[in-house]
């Protein structure tokens, strides 16, 4: 318990060193918009489906790959339980707009397990850790874009299915797992290279992060006192509903950590994208995503001392 506690905390402090780096570059104009979209793109579509790929070569075990499974299905049922509560919430509070309403199931609904997550589980957990984070965010992809879009969007949309096979994630998780059944690995030079740019995802992750927060205006974030309900909803009550439900039956505590402090993690960085594609609040959407990643960087560890 200790032992995590005492890594999170020193991971989370050299993971902030990166974002306050993205931060100042962005301030100081040295990574723009369009740099920081390059870069979000160049993560999507390269470093974090060669993390994944790697994460999953070691020996085969027929117990990992049933956990893994089970990741997958508990990761989609903590979402839609999480749906419900955003829901709850919504017909609580009556001052809400139609955007914020939505807004706030869809930020209780998702959160950041890939930009934040993974280098978070990387950090504490190493490959095991990323195996099971790479099914987490399959179940992410799967339900943003299909259950996602119907939250967010005022019309009602087509689920995007070509978003959901052509996932380049997705598609490296697919890949990864056959080689990890048939236990193959790729000659040297080509698995090598892999992992290069594999070593980038994680302080590539949080110059984007940094970046992408440099744009909210950090005295307006703490002002609207509603924003606090689904920021303690996120980053405490789902997570610590999660740990007390899976903990009498998941006996792996790499497994379960994984479970527990993604479900605890901020908002998810696709919020404002989605909510600008859609058609809803946009700066409601960012000041979300910014309050809740700068929280967690104090309720994860916080959540990890139960563990």
């Not at 780096?21 to 870069?39: A, D, M, N, P, Q």
């Amino acid at each position: 318990m200790g032992d995590i506690f005492s890594i999170m905390s020193s991971s989370l402090v050299s993971l902030f060193i990166c974002l306050a780096v993205g931060y100042i570059c962005r301030k100081k104009h040295i990574l723009s918009r369009e740099i920081t979209g390059g870069l979000s793109s160049l993560l999507i579509m390269v470093t974090l489906p060669c993390t994944i790929f790697i994460s999953f070569q070691r020996e085969f075990s027929s117990e990992l790959l049933i956990e893994s499974v089970w990741v997958f299905i508990i990761s989609v049922i903590t979402n839609f339980f999480a749906m419900f509560m955003g829901w709850v919430f919504t017909r609580l509070f009556k001052k809400l707009t139609i955007d914020q309403k939505r807004l706030w199931i869809f930020a209780l609904t998702f959160s950041n397990t890939g930009y934040m997550g993974l280098p978070v589980i990387n950090a504490i957990y190493g490959a095991e850790g990323l195996i099971f984070c790479a099914m987490v965010s399959a179940a992410f992809n799967f339900m943003a874009y299909t259950v996602g879009i119907r939250i967010i969007s005022k019309e009602k949309k087509k689920m995007d299915w070509r978003a959901i096979v052509f996932n380049p994630p997705l598609i490296a998780s697919v890949i990864a797992i056959i080689c990890f059944v048939l236990s193959a690995v790729p000659p040297a030079p080509v698995n090598n290279g892999i992992k290069f740019l594999s070593d980038m995802t994680t302080p590539l992750a949080m110059l984007i992060i940094g970046s992408m927060l440099a744009k909210s205006d950090i005295t307006r974030v703490f002002t609207d006192k509603l924003l606090y309900i689904p920021m303690a909803a996120r980053l405490i009550v789902l997570p610590l509903i999660a740990l007390y439900v899976l903990k009498p039956f998941v006996t792996n505590p790499v497994m379960l950590g994984v479970c527990v402090i993604l479900t605890g993690m901020p908002v998810a960085t696709i919020t404002p994208i989605f909510a600008e594609r859609y058609g809803s609040d946009t700066d409601y959407a960012s000041k979300i995503v910014f309050a809740t990643t700068v929280l967690c960087l104090a309720t994860t560890p916080l959540i990890s001392l139960l563990l």
